[in-house]
């Protein structure tokens, strides 16, 4: 069964970095890809960032993050990376990492509706 594991929330400053972390199990990275989709209080799912299966290669991140957050991964230790500077506090929210729902397609997306299996998220609060 795929699951997934998110750590590495916290309370940060303006201007501030985190490094989040999605640990899998069930399935491999070189079979899926993965996902980080945001919530805000308030506010639906907000797609974040995105690798896919097959070697990594593709990384996408939407506009709003674009420049400060890189996604990454270690296949060796079945986890994915999300590296968030120059935070704001409209980053605030809870993480989730998430799997796509198909293996094996060289792709990935933002839109939280491609992605099938969830952890419980990480909090993310960014404040002075």
């Known amino acids: 069964q795929s699951q997934l594991a998110e750590s590495g929330g916290g309370t940060v400053q303006p201007g501030g970095s985190l490094r989040l972390s999605c640990t899998v199990s069930?399935?491999?990275?070189?079979?899926?890809?993965i996902g980080w989709v945001r919530q805000a209080p308030g506010k639906e799912r907000e797609g974040v960032s995105c690798?896919?299966?097959?070697?990594?290669?593709?990384?996408l991140y939407a506009d709003s993050v674009k420049g400060r957050f890189t996604v990454s991964r270690d296949v060796v230790k079945n986890t994915v990376y999300l590296t968030m500077n120059s935070l704001k506090p409209e980053d605030t929210g809870v993480y989730y990492c998430a799997r796509y729902w198909r293996p094996n397609l060289g792709l990935c997306t933002v839109s939280p509706g491609a992605y099938a299996f969830w952890g419980q998220g990480t909090q993310v609060t960014v404040s002075s």
């Open positions: 690798v896919s299966d097959s070697g990594g290669m593709l990384t």
């Open positions: 069930g399935f491999t990275l070189d079979s899926y890809s």
